[in-house]
């Protein structure tokens, strides 16, 4: 998937099946063609003779539409799927079941043991790729339960949640206090589902016996990096969404009454508040308004992104085909009609990170361990049929040849580097040491100045004997500087000669190998080699930061005892000419003032 793709919402409807014995005699008004169309018929009108030239039919067309008789398995593949190498690759994705009370909502996205629903199929196959890719990448799987009930949020993996508070910042919506909790594998996930679904609010109606009462959302985040350690990492989250939406209903036709019809009134409110934001959203995308008011539910602020953001989403519309809920499936298809519309722009979720030099010998360790990893799964795979004893053992003796010259340019290497790190080291050292000396030449000149006008306190052949001692170091500090420039010229080619030869037989041996298991193993080594080198280079910068440091408190004490003494001096000079009434010129007034 390209970074910053925008793309429409996939929208898919499902029919659920009449299997109620009260109701298989009912008239059916709903039908599935071709996958994809949906036709609503309303046969109300089909007595009243003013009608009766006019259709009562409407048609819908969605990315793809299931009938009654199509299985669980057949809504993942189709809806969810391709979702799942997204998530691991760092895209945040949504799939969320819409619908009024009673249409299979929650059976679509949990199910039952024998049909697991769209949660149990997604995690299955994240597991799956996961063990797949696990050569090559590492990854973190962390998961949260919540519901939203009555406007309230509530953690379903707290035994005692108290109401949670949304919080909304640059990265996006959170929820504050959400419990986040690690999984190994789809077990370990479904039992925290299961058990979280025991604190979801349901409670029986007319229309549905386990009529879930609350919005429920399970967030599973994925984090993924390369298994070759390295100084900067690039981490992938991915974040998968599954959202099974508490349905609408009409109290005329529930029949509740007291605490039901309460939560009902929720239900339809915050539904209501997602239908307006679907509907804007997708007059948006055609007319240009952009405004979309998500604050009208705490639902709709969770579902922010996944509407208006950066993510993939899927909204899976359910219906009844039975002829008393034409009102609430002619509503719910021309919200997922509209759906259709909106757009999302996706980009993937990429952390870097730049790892600290107190690390380094950790990531060599990880580095050394990994390289012994796959050398144990070569010699466990010495005697697969896929390859030839004769050809293991030629790649095998390529490896030990390979890594033998390539640990000699190794050594090679840090010792220039060392080097040419030393000679780096004092030339810095020595350019501060003459910015030194010409201080110490300048405040010189300056006192000469002086003892022209007035006379000196120090001996003059003391202070030239002193000014030439500073010209002749000044004179060694700039031989040593030249020298140290050539020096810095000869080993750079010398570098670059040896860098060249080590990158020839690294790409010479991915060429003749037949083993991935062995690039693998040349490619770590390298990395370490390349850690080693980093980190004696720093050791190096270290030190001798260090002794610059001690150099420049010694030169700093150095000039404030010069400082001094020509404080010492300057008095001096002035008790002397205000004892011997001496004038003196306007320059040197103005500078004694």
């Given at each position: 998937?390209?970074?910053?793709?925008?793309?429409?919402?996939?929208?898919?409807?499902?029919?659920?099946?009449?299997?109620?014995?009260?109701?298989?005699?009912?008239?059916?008004?709903?039908?599935?063609?071709?996958?994809q169309m949906v036709i609503l018929t309303d046969p109300r009108d089909e007595d009243d003779i003013l009608r009766a030239k006019r259709s009562h039919e409407k048609r819908y067309m969605f990315d793809v539409a299931f009938d009654s008789y199509h299985t669980q398995l057949d809504v993942y593949l189709a809806t969810t799927k391709s979702l799942i190498d997204s998530v691991l690759d760092g895209f945040n994705a949504t799939v969320f079941a819409y619908g009024p009370t009673g249409t299979g909502k929650t059976y679509t996205m949990l199910g039952t043991d024998e049909n697991p629903g769209i949660m149990a199929l997604a995690l299955n196959e994240i597991f799956a790729v996961m063990r797949e890719n696990g050569e090559h990448s590492l990854y973190t799987v962390t998961m949260s339960y919540l519901e939203v009930y009555n406007e309230l949020i509530r953690d379903l993996l707290c035994p005692d949640s108290p109401d949670l508070e949304l919080r909304e910042d640059s990265t996006g919506v959170t929820v504050a206090g959400l419990t986040e909790v690690g999984a190994s594998s789809t077990k370990d996930v479904m039992d925290l589902l299961m058990d979280g679904n025991k604190r979801r609010t349901t409670e029986p109606t007319l229309i549905n016996q386990t009529s879930s009462r609350s919005h429920a959302v399970l967030q599973v985040t994925v984090k993924k990096l390369k298994r070759v350690r390295s100084l900067t990492e690039t981490v992938n989250i991915g974040k998968l969404y599954m959202i099974d939406l508490a349905g609408s209903e009409r109290a005329t036709i529930t029949k509740n009454r007291g605490t039901r019809l309460v939560e009902?009134?929720?239900?339809?409110?915050?539904?209501?508040?997602?239908?307006?934001c679907i509907k804007a959203l997708s007059n948006g995308n055609t007319n240009g308004n952009t405004y979309v008011n998500y604050r009208d539910s705490k639902l709709t602020r969770l579902l922010k992104d996944s509407l208006g953001g950066n993510c993939r989403t899927v909204m899976i519309a359910h219906v009844t085909p039975e002829l008393k809920f034409f009102d609430e499936s002619r509503n719910t298809l021309q919200y997922a009609d509209r759906a259709k519309r909106i757009k999302t722009k996706i980009r993937p979720?990429?952390?870097?990170?730049?790892?600290?030099?107190?690390?380094?010998?950790?990531?060599?360790?990880?580095?050394?361990?990994?390289?012994?990893?796959?050398?144990?799964?070569?010699?466990?795979?010495?005697s697969s049929a896929s390859t030839s004893v004769t050809a293991f053992n030629k790649d095998r003796e390529l490896l030990e040849l390979t890594k033998t010259e390539l640990n000699k340019l190794y050594n090679k290497q840090l010792k220039l580097k060392t080097k040419m790190c030393r000679v780096n080291m004092k030339y810095e050292s020595d350019r501060l040491r003459l910015d030194h000396y010409n201080s110490l030449l300048k405040q010189h000149d300056l006192r000469r100045e002086i003892y022209e006008i007035l006379p000196p306190i120090i001996p003059e052949s003391a202070e030239n004997d002193h000014a030439e001692e500073i010209r002749s170091t000044l004179n060694k500090i700039s031989s040593g500087k030249q020298k140290q420039t050539s020096m810095l010229e000869r080993l750079e080619p010398s570098w670059e000669k040896i860098a060249d030869r080590y990158h020839v037989v690294e790409e010479e041996f991915e060429e003749r190998v037949t083993e991935d298991e062995y690039r693998d193993i040349i490619s770590l080594l390298t990395n370490i080699h390349d850690l080693e080198i980093r980190l004696s280079t720093q050791n190096e910068e270290v030190v001798a930061v260090r002794r610059r440091s001690q150099e420049q408190t010694d030169w700093s004490n150095v000039q404030t005892k010069l400082n001094t003494e020509l404080l010492r001096i300057i008095r001096s000079q002035q008790q002397l000419i205000s004892s011997h009434n001496i004038t003196l010129p306007d320059q040197l007034e103005e500078l004694y003032k």
């Open positions: 998937m390209k970074p910053s793709e925008s793309q429409n919402l996939t929208v898919a409807l499902r029919v659920r099946p009449i299997n109620d014995d009260l109701h298989r005699e009912s008239k059916r008004i709903v039908h599935v063609l071709d996958g009902g009134a929720h239900i339809n409110r915050s539904l209501l508040a997602l239908g307006n979720n990429l952390q870097t990170v730049s790892h600290h030099i107190a690390k380094y010998p950790i990531i060599v360790e990880e580095l050394h361990k990994e390289i012994e990893r796959l050398k144990k799964k070569l010699s466990d795979s010495q």
